[in-house]
Antibody
Framework: QVQLQQSGPGLVKPSQTLSLTCAIS??????????WNWIRQSPSRGLEWLGR?????????DYAVSVKSRITINPDTSKNQFSLQLNSVTPEDTAVYYC???????????WGQGTLVTVSS | QSALTQPASVSGSPGQSITISCTGT?????????VSWYQQHPGKAPKLMIY???NRPSGVSNRFSGSKSGNTASLTISGLQAEDEADYYC???????????FGGGTKLTVL
């Protein structure tokens, strides 16, 4: 049974970098059949897919156009986890951030518990 | 504005059936059988209820079913129970550079 445990700060100042980590149990970040995703949810934007990392003989990343210039998702094979970094945040980036396991059929299961990140000075 | 259109709310009495629609375009819902549905209770993470239009994950009640016609997908819940009261979201693969789009969510009230 796959479980995802998120960690990271809940408050980030404008213009700084949002950083979250998602620890995986019951699966491997290096799995050849999985993709590891970040999704956020806010009242104004609803659910928004941000990006993913996956391993197919080498590491790949895909990012949503809306955040492509500011986002980095990295795997950490030594700790079996993956991370999200979102640079130059503004109050518009305030949201609940989720990590989720995905695949090539584009459904997500399971999801992490969610982290409310508030961007405020 | 979400890419997929869902009704803001639906309601039904215990034991009844309800259907939630999810309308997209030929670039997403209509073009691929990659529609999924998620249930979200307040303060909780979304939970997968239906994948690839009509498949139920292990552990999800057979009261939940999915279908698709043209650019519209549907989630039907039969034999409504109080515990079904939640928000429901559809999602689809899209051929745009966004990869995945979500609906705006439907609040289900069990009367």
């Amino acid at each position: 049974q796959v479980q995802l445990q998120q960690s990271g700060p809940g408050l980030v100042k404008p213009s700084q970098t949002l950083s979250l980590t998602c620890a995986i149990s019951g699966d491997s970040v290096s799995s050849n059949s999985a993709a590891w995703n970040w999704i956020r949810q806010s009242p104004s934007r609803g659910l928004e897919w941000l990006g993913r990392t996956y391993y197919r003989s080498k590491w790949y990343n895909d990012y949503a156009v809306s955040v492509k210039s500011r986002i980095t998702i990295n795997p950490d094979t030594s700790k079996n986890q993956f991370s999200l970094q979102l640079n130059s945040v503004t109050p518009e980036d305030t949201a609940v951030y989720y990590c989720a396991k995905g695949n090539w059929k584009y459904w997500f299961d399971p999801w992490g518990q969610g982290t409310l990140v508030t961007v405020s000075s | 504005q979400s890419a997929l259109t869902q009704p803001a709310s639906v309601s039904g009495s215990p034991g009844q059936s309800i259907t939630i629609s999810c309308t997209g375009t030929s670039s997403d819902v209509g073009g691929y059988n990659y529609v999924s549905w998620y249930q979200q209770h307040p303060g909780k993470a979304p939970k997968l209820m239906i994948y690839e239009v009509s498949n139920r994950p292990s552990g999800v009640s057979n009261r939940f079913s999915g279908s698709k016609s043209g650019n519209t997908a549907s989630l039907t819940i039969s034999g409504l129970q109080a515990e079904d009261e939640a928000d429901y979201y559809c999602s689809s693969y899209t051929s745009s550079s966004t990869y995945v789009v979500f609906g705006g969510g439907t609040k289900l009230t069990v009367l």
